[in-house]
């Protein structure tokens, strides 16, 4: 079942400039920096009282995040939601008829994630997130 928004992610052309912008309407800077190669992008976190934003930056002009940029410029690419457990809960959106994007695969920030297509969720891209069991 999904239990709260995870994070909000947001593209971005370049993540130095966006990062300033960033720290100056929060007050603060990134928590966190991480790239995650299998999907050609750089993620940084800040946080907000546990919810979170997720500035992606395309580190390969092949990612799904340089597409997004080079389609619809910098914007919101997604809104991610915290689940227990991503497979009960695809399985459920599954037989509702919503319809995935892809597998479920490791991501950011220690989760599991798998995508559900915009077609099917109104417009938007809706990332589902399970924290990882270290």
Do not use: W
């Amino acid at each position: 079942m999904i239990k709260k928004v995870e994070h909000i992610g947001i593209a971005v052309a370049n993540a130095e400039h966006a990062n300033e912008v960033f720290a100056k309407l929060l007050g603060h800077t990134h928590y966190k920096m991480e790239n995650v190669e299998s999907e050609g992008v750089a993620t940084y976190f800040y946080d907000l009282n546990g919810t979170k934003i997720e500035l992606l930056e395309a580190t390969d002009s092949t990612s799904p995040i340089a597409k997004f940029i080079e389609k619809r410029k910098e914007g919101i690419h997604h809104l991610a939601f915290h689940v227990d457990d991503i497979n009960e809960e695809l399985d459920r959106l599954l037989e509702l008829g919503f319809e995935k994007i892809g597998e479920i695969k490791k991501g950011a920030d220690n989760k599991l994630i798998c995508f559900l297509h915009p077609k099917t969720t109104s417009g938007v891209l809706v990332e589902l997130c399970q924290e990882i069991d270290q």
